[in-house]
């Protein structure tokens, strides 16, 4: 029998503006129970450059300044069978995907989807569709430490789109 690993809760506060989605929690993510929880992933850096925090405030604080700035956090997968974290290892017959079109639904101001990497956009457009979000979509550099090609300064650069979509 395969072990299935299922994801988090979406980071979700009352009027999201932008939804950031990833493809499923790495091994280091899920043994932290923290989104991005991998100490080389660029993601929480990026977000403390573009939201103006530390990158070290404990987990809770982070995700509140994305809650603040109507960003939201979740994942294209709930479960699935992954021996390891890489993308690649996703067992294809053992996704169950998050109910992302009833988000779309409660979230009418939602204005874009922001996918963390290739993977998160190919599964997304694979097992749910861009039909019943009105808004627009963005595929942006993966911030995981596999995605060594780029570097954390280029990654920024581009991740700093989202800008014009945040609410003071």
Partial sequence: MKAIDYGFKPVLGPDPKVLILGTMPSVASLNSQQYY???????????????????TLDYPQRTDF??????????VI????????????????????NPLQNLFLSCP??????FNGQSAFKLFSKHIGLDGFAGEH????????????????EKLAQWAMIRRYLVD
Avoid at 78 to 83: F, L, V, Y
Avoid at 109 to 114: G, T
Avoid at 138 to 153: C, D, F, G, K, Q
């Fill in 109 to 114: 101001h939602l204005k874009l989807l922001a």
């Fill in 138 to 153: 963005v595929v942006l550099p993966s911030t995981s430490p596999a995605n060594a090609a780029t570097s954390r300064e």
């Fill in 78 to 97: 709930a479960s699935c069978h992954r021996p390891g974290s890489l993308d690649s290892r996703i067992d294809e017959g053992t996704i169950q995907v």
């Fill in 37 to 55: 929880g991998h100490p080389r992933n660029a993601f929480w850096w990026i977000m403390g450059q573009l939201l103006g925090f530390e990158c």
């Fill in 66 to 75: 994305l809650i603040q700035k109507h960003i939201a956090l979740w994942d």
